[in-house]
Nanobody, 119 residues
Framework: QVQLVESGGGLVQPGGSLRLSCVAS????????MGWYRQFPDKERELVAS???????YYTDSVKGRFTISRDNDKNTVYLKMNSEDPGDTAIYYC?????????????WGRGAQVTVSP
């Protein structure tokens, strides 16, 4: 049973930075595609960024140049560094993983971390 646990969410001012972490357990993390999604109120969950087992990264257009996804296989952890935060980034952020090659991993999910961008 693969479990994903996010941490690092919270309140950040516009223009500030925040780093989300997601620790995986119960599987072979180094072989998984991992990703971060976010969900706005009353909206569908959307992909923010993903990273393959070989560290190839994909970003949705709205976060390119501001967010960076990375992984540390020794720590079974995937990160999302968010810079130049905008109030429009306020959402619940979910970590996700999949044991296949995909840019949209959806097999395993964390419980989510709230990120609020506000003065």
């Amino acid at each position: 049973q693969v479990q994903l646990v996010e941490s690092g969410g919270g309140l950040v001012q516009p223009g500030g930075s925040l780093r989300l972490s997601c620790v995986a357990s119960g599987g072979t993390f180094e072989t998984y595609a991992m990703g971060w999604y976010r969900q706005f109120p009353d909206k569908e969950r959307e992909l923010v960024a993903s990273i393959s087992s070989s560290a190839y990264a994909y970003y949705t257009d709205s976060v390119k140049g501001r967010f960076t996804i990375s992984r540390d296989n020794d720590k079974n952890t995937v990160y999302l560094k968010m810079n130049s935060e905008d109030p429009g980034d306020t959402a619940i952020y979910y970590c996700a993983g999949a044991p296949i090659k995909t840019c949209q991993p959806r097999d395993y999910w964390g419980r989510g971390a709230q990120v609020t961008v506000s003065p």
